[in-house]
């Protein structure tokens, strides 16, 4: 039995996916409703699940970083897994629980409470933190899967969420540039700057960002793919431009992570523009770049 906590963006597609594979899960958290309603690019979903008060069974934790500080102690000794982007939560569960890393590649956006738009069933990661695998991780790797996510075990899930957070330093970029100029050279060129300069810092700190199971990615590869620049034709936003849009500062800034160890002024300096943002898309490829790279 799982119950997915936070019936946000993440929160809502992994409860309705489970549920409509029949994998026993109920949902809890602000505004959580029973009637849940996923539209992919490619499908669309209808699900029940229950809305508890209390969580039941294993926990699949999707609130933000910093919510988890606040809810962990409430669930001393049980199961936790921790699906929040940045590298925090999980030392955060493990004062009280035990936890489950999980890493969520794939984007979500509530539009109302139960209704939540997505591209496509997307990647999960999940690993013992700090490091390992078990049956309880396999099990929840194989329910996962029944749930059509494509499913990875990481025997070193701190490399995978490291790895994650170098993704998410783009994905400011995104948020913030105006969507007609994600096409641009522009926003290619402020996507590398920003991921070259992380990537230089993570290596003088000796942290290893990389897939555990060698399927995603390496950070090398992210930077080329990053500047050949490029956008989404459909409106599904990252939880950065969702709490813009909500009139809401990013709980998550994701930049701060690399400022804290190292001089980083281009990442320093897209705090800045996040700080300044009005809202999500208010800057042009051109602004944005100019204030990270003094072009
Ligand atoms: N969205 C994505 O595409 C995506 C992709 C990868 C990773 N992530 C990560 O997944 C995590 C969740 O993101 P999200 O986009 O799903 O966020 P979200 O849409 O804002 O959902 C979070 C939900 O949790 C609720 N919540 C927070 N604290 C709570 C508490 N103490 N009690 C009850 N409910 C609480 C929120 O309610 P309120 O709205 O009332 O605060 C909201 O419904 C973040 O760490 C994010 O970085 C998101």
Same mark, same amino acid.
């Given at each position: ?77 049980? $199961?936790?897994? $921790? ?25 979500? $956006? ?186």
């Amino acid at each position: 039995m799982y119950t997915v906590f936070g019936a946000g963006s993440i929160g809502t597609v992994l409860a309705g996916l489970l549920a409509d594979a029949g994998v026993p899960v109920a949902i809890a958290g602000r505004h959580a409703v029973e009637r849940l309603r996923l539209e992919g690019d490619d499908e669309t979903v209808e699900a029940k699940v229950p809305v508890v008060a209390e969580p039941l069974g294993t926990i699949l934790l999707c609130v933000h970083g910093p919510d988890v500080f606040d809810l962990c102690p409430l669930w001393k000794g049980r $199961t936790v897994v $921790t699906f929040q982007n940045g590298v925090r939560a999980e030392a955060a569960a493990a004062r009280w629980c035990e936890v489950i890393g999980g890493v969520w590649r794939m984007t979500c $956006t509530l539009v109302e409470p139960g209704r939540v738009l997505y591209t496509k069933r997307g990647r999960v990661i999940v690993g013992r933190y700090p490091e390992g695998v078990d049956p309880e991780v396999e099990a929840l790797a194989a329910d996962l899967r029944r749930a059509g996510f494509d499913v990875g075990v990481s025997p070193r899930i701190e490399g995978d969420k490291w790895l994650k957070l170098f993704l998410n330093l783009a994905s400011t970029a995104h948020a913030i540039v105006r969507r007609e100029d994600h096409g641009k050279p522009e926003f290619g060129m402020l996507k590398a700057a920003i991921l070259e300069e992380a990537r230089d810092v993570f290596r003088a700190n000796g942290i290893v960002a990389e897939s555990g199971d060698g399927r995603d990615a390496s950070i090398d590869e992210e930077i080329g793919r990053h500047r050949k620049g490029g956008g989404r034709a459909r409106g599904v936003f990252n939880s950065t431009w969702r709490q813009l849009s909500l009139g809401r500062r990013p709980k998550e800034r994701y930049h701060d992570t690399v400022t804290a160890l190292g001089p980083a002024p281009r990442n320093e300096a897209m705090l800045v523009l996040l700080d300044r943002a009005t809202g999500p898309e208010c800057y042009t490829a051109e602004e944005a770049l100019s204030a990270v790279c003094g072009r």
